[in-house]
């Protein structure tokens, strides 16, 4: 239950948020790749009892005719859990490798810690940032605000460009029907900088690889420059339905 390593196809939706996320939906089919997860279930605690965290790391490959050949997605993500009901998620993907382009242990270390805007592995194509979830307990009504941001392009090795999630999400378990009511914000549009590295259609796109799989965006649904407002409501309104 500590680590868990396994080779197939993973539906992985990597946000805060039940619908989507900005680096890694559901909204294309999932990569065939191998993946491993280590989960703090160890006998003691290393940090303050209520502290928690996991990460995860998979390498897959890609597949349709928007993209580079036999190219890679490589993709790590960790979760820490500082106290009860507040989440923060740093994550990363690298597309690298394919045809003509890099695929040893320089570019796979590369694609995962170095800047790839100078050198040999200035092919691979980085996205990286952070995302946020608090629970506030209120009289057992809970009310869950989150977000993430996404940067598409890098400078100092740090992201850039970004593209944003927000959401709020309130519960109530004590009505005759359990219910879930929520509303999200998604705004991929990107606006132009001073240097000229980011613009309209910055977000999801690149020289080498196109973000997509099956020739539909890893990404959120909407794709670049784009931007939703969605309202969202479940209930239970018997134990199977």
């Known amino acids: 239950g500590i680590l868990t390593f396994g080779v197939g196809s993973i539906n992985r939706n990597w946000s805060f948020s039940k619908n989507t996320s900005l680096i890694l939906s559901q909204n294309a089919r999932p990569t065939e790749s ?25 390498n897959g490959f890609k597949d349709g005719f928007l993209n580079n050949n036999n190219s890679m997605l490589l993709g790590a ?23 003509g382009h890099g695929k040893g242990i320089s570019a796979l270390r590369t694609a995962l810690f170095s800047d790839t805007n100078t050198g040999s592995n ?7 940032g952070f995302g ?9 009504m809970p009310l869950r605000i989150y977000g993430q941001a996404i940067g598409e392009d890098e400078a100092g090795s740090l992201p850039s460009c970004y593209a ?22 998604i705004d991929t549009r990107i606006e132009k900088t001073a240097a000229g590295n980011c613009g309209p259609n910055t977000m999801y796109n690149n020289s080498t690889y196109k973000y ?7 990404g959120a649904a909407i794709d670049t420059e784009g931007i939703s407002l969605s309202l969202f409501l479940s209930s239970q309104i018997s134990q199977n339905i």
């Open 34 to 58: 191998i993946y491993l997860r280590l989960e703090n279930k160890f006998k003691y605690d290393w940090l303050p009892s209520k502290t928690n965290w996991s990460f995860e790391v998979f």
């Open 77 to 99: 993500r960790a979760i820490i859990t500082p106290f009860e009901g507040f989440n923060f998620e740093l994550i990363q993907t690298s597309q690298w490798g394919g045809k």
């Open 122 to 128: 200035s092919n691979i194509n980085k996205m990286a």
């Open 132 to 140: 946020i979830s608090y629970l506030i307990p209120i009289n057992n």
């Open 164 to 185: 944003y999630l927000a959401g709020l999400e309130w519960t109530n378990a004590k009505i005759k029907y359990p219910s879930i009511i929520g509303i999200e914000a």
């Open 212 to 218: 997509t799989n099956y020739g539909k965006s890893m």
